[in-house]
């Protein structure tokens, strides 16, 4: 990776670092992650090797696990990367057919992730799961809503700053 996508990686994912920051004072144990919005930009404009996004991914996890007050925030360290590939791989999908492969990218991957990280807090923390909530299925049915609101948010927001970003890094690269 040249040393201006690295920088563009850097800067977005600290801007997504700001925004979670901010986010932390909204209640609830599971919350939207507008990180995976910046992460999937830096994707998008990048275009990495799956070596490297999955290098994104990780250090978008760690962001989200440690400015986190969800039920499980260790779960970003598995969601984060898993959302970060889904993102490229549905990016390289459909980049040269459609103009808003941008938002189609985003939700993809926003929804990969959301879903990794319930599933993987099902799995580790069932107990704590089962002690707010009367069952499982209660459990997925009060976050499923988050994850779909969370990726049609983080969708438009990529689609937005797309055009604006790519025509800045098209001007840096001329």
């Known amino acids: 990776m040249k040393s201006q996508d690295i920088a563009v990686v850097g800067i977005l ?24 919005a910046f992460y999937c930009l830096a994707v998008i404009l990048v275009v990495p090797t799956f070596k490297e996004v999955i290098g994104i991914g990780v250090v978008a996890g760690i962001v989200c ?13 598995i969601s984060e990367p898993v959302g970060a590939v889904v993102c490229l791989l549905a990016f ?12 189609l ?14 599933i993987v807090a099902m799995v580790m923390i069932a107990p704590t799961i089962l002690s707010k909530f009367a069952t499982m299925g209660a459990f997925v049915a009060a976050v499923i809503p988050i994850v779909i609101g969370t990726a049609i948010a983080n969708a438009i927001i990529a689609q937005i700053l797309y055009m604006p ?8 690269r001329a």
Do not use: E
């Not at 390289?92 to 938002?103: D, G, L, M, V």
């Not at 970003?165 to 840096?172: E, F, H, M």
């Open 13 to 36: 994912l600290a801007v997504g670092a700001i925004v979670r920051y901010l986010s932390l004072v909204i209640p609830g144990p599971i919350v939207s992650n507008l990180v995976i």
């Open 65 to 77: 696990a440690l400015l986190s007050h969800s039920i499980f925030p260790p779960a970003n360290l």
């Open 92 to 103: 390289t999908a459909f980049r040269s057919r459609f103009s808003f492969s941008p938002a």
């Open 105 to 118: 990218a985003t939700l993809a991957g926003t929804l990969a992730s959301g879903t990794t990280f319930v």
């Open 165 to 172: 970003a790519s025509k800045v890094l098209a001007r840096g």
